[in-house]
DNA sequence: ACCCTTTCGAAACAGGCGTATAATATAACA
DNA sequence: TGTTATATTATACGCCTGTTTCGAAAGGGT
């Protein structure tokens, strides 16, 4: 009975469109009208796929956490449990562009969820993974035998944290950004002095596998290219 | 001529309220309306003493950075170079209520600097200031030989910048907050561990001069006051 | 052929925003 | 006692927001 239309994955672009949208003007610039316009639609078929815009970046949220957590379980299942948790925290830096989008897009969070319960809620969970899944990291490597044993890991998971943190807000935020090899020397640092590694860190560089990821495109040129 | 307003005088006290709506509300919920009712008048007095909601935050932040930069020069002034350092540090950890306030005051500025020319300007060069500062204080300590000397001192400086940034960001966003207990195990941690100081920190806690602050008073109370 | 449902655009609504302007109150000076 | 400059309120304007409404287009089921 509908326009032959793939609903979900229509969806899914407008909620590609929305992380765009917040990557390139932070989360204070999302509007409905302003997603319809990177979708290329109007504000009247947005609504038609998502309610309100809490949902609406609750959701986005969601979209854009789905890649980060594929890249980072394939580092998770590298052999060497020091080279995983330590390529894991080199991910969660803003190396790249992509990166620094995403970032952009998670403090615009930061800010929004002050005074937004949706949001604020959304926030507290991704922080609560975050947290829980470096913990993890470190007590394995722990447990390997690859970092010193009367490390709190608690405190530790808690000062990494912080470190990625920090990095990010000044790298996007302080008109004094750190370059790729710095971000990653300050992090090695970090963990050489502070987890005090059994073993050297290896030097050469492992490369993040470059999935395709369809996500600068316009939603609407796909459509027309198969029109034609 | 005019009724007998001491224009400074209110004009400070139109910024205290614009930096305290900031801290109670975030930066996304500072409006003219919102800092006038707070401050206790309408919208057309705060507009008599200051043009624009862009100099309005500019000038509140420049109110704010006021005390925190007296109480930081107190500091500096320790004879012992070590302590001083480690005292400016914990002066600008989110330890208390207060402090509390004044990062929520400073993250509502990475947010709004993604889209305000202003804002951003100002963000920079309060980085700038802190960062200058923080070098300062970590040279100074290791010219007194209270650090290692081979330590590179401007990384050292950007990551204790990132390191409190995240605390700030990690004790006021992610719903996990840090203690001020752990706030300082964790910037003394990474003191021994990445400065490698020559003598051990002092165990004694060194309490922060409290100075009579105005802050949470509305303007108007104290007019009342008088007149009655 | 007709209906019925989905998709989407266009327009309108109320509310909040920064800002401008006019009117009123008030104190100091002539 | 006016006159005058300032402080303040009240109100209005235009813009943008989230959201709602209405209508047109489109295709499958009967």
Same mark, same amino acid.
């Given at each position: 009975?509908?326009?032959?239309?793939?609903?979900?994955?229509?969806?899914?672009?407008?909620?590609?469109?929305?992380?765009?949208?917040?990557?390139?003007?932070?989360?204070?610039?999302?509007?409905?009208?302003?997603?319809?316009?990177?979708?290329?639609?109007?504000?009247?078929?947005?609504?038609?796929?998502?309610?309100?815009?809490?949902?609406?970046?609750?959701?986005?949220?969601?979209?854009?956490?789905?890649?980060?957590?594929?890249?980072?379980?394939?580092?998770?299942?590298?052999?060497?449990?020091?080279?995983? !948790? =330590?390529?894991?925290?080199? $991910? +969660?830096?803003?190396?790249? /562009?992509?990166? *620094?989008?995403?970032?952009?897009?998670?403090?615009?969070?930061?800010?929004?969820?002050?005074?937004?319960?949706?949001?604020?809620?959304?926030?507290?969970?991704?922080?609560?993974?975050?947290?829980?899944?470096?913990?993890?990291?470190?007590?394995?490597?722990?447990?390997?035998?690859?970092?010193?044993?009367?490390?709190?890991?608690?405190?530790?998971?808690?000062?990494?944290?912080?470190?990625?943190?920090?990095?990010?807000?000044?790298?996007?935020?302080?008109?004094?950004?750190?370059?790729?090899?710095?971000?990653?020397?300050?992090?090695?640092?970090?963990?050489?002095?502070? !987890? =005090?590694?059994?073993?050297? $860190? +290896?030097?050469?560089?492992? /490369?993040?596998? *470059?999935?395709?990821?369809?996500?600068?495109?316009?939603?609407?040129?796909?459509?027309?290219?198969?029109?034609?």
């Amino acid at each position: 009975m509908p326009r032959k239309v793939d609903h979900k994955l229509r969806r899914e672009a407008f909620l590609a469109a929305a992380y765009r949208t917040i990557k390139k003007k932070g989360l204070e610039g999302v509007t409905f009208r302003a997603v319809a316009r990177e979708a290329g639609f109007t504000t009247g078929a947005l609504v038609h796929y998502v309610d309100s815009i809490d949902k609406l970046l609750v959701e986005s949220s969601e979209y854009a956490a789905r890649y980060v957590r594929d890249d980072m379980e394939a580092m998770e299942a590298l052999p060497d449990r020091l080279e995983s !948790l =330590r390529q894991v925290i080199y $991910l +969660s830096l803003p190396l790249d /562009e992509e990166r *620094r989008g995403n970032w952009n897009f998670w403090m615009g969070f930061w800010e929004r969820s002050v005074r937004n319960a949706t949001v604020r809620k959304l926030t507290h969970t991704r922080y609560g993974e975050w947290l829980g899944r470096l913990e993890h990291l470190i007590r394995m490597a722990q447990e390997a035998g690859d970092l010193a044993d009367d490390i709190d890991v608690k405190r530790a998971t808690k000062t990494c944290v912080a470190l990625v943190d920090g990095i990010a807000a000044q790298t996007l935020r302080s008109g004094y950004p750190l370059s790729a090899d710095e971000q990653r020397k300050i992090m090695d640092d970090w963990i050489v002095a502070a !987890l =005090r590694p059994t073993r050297p $860190l +290896s030097a050469e560089r492992i /490369e993040r596998p *470059r999935r395709p990821r369809s996500n600068g495109s316009h939603p609407r040129e796909a459509e027309l290219a198969k029109a034609v």
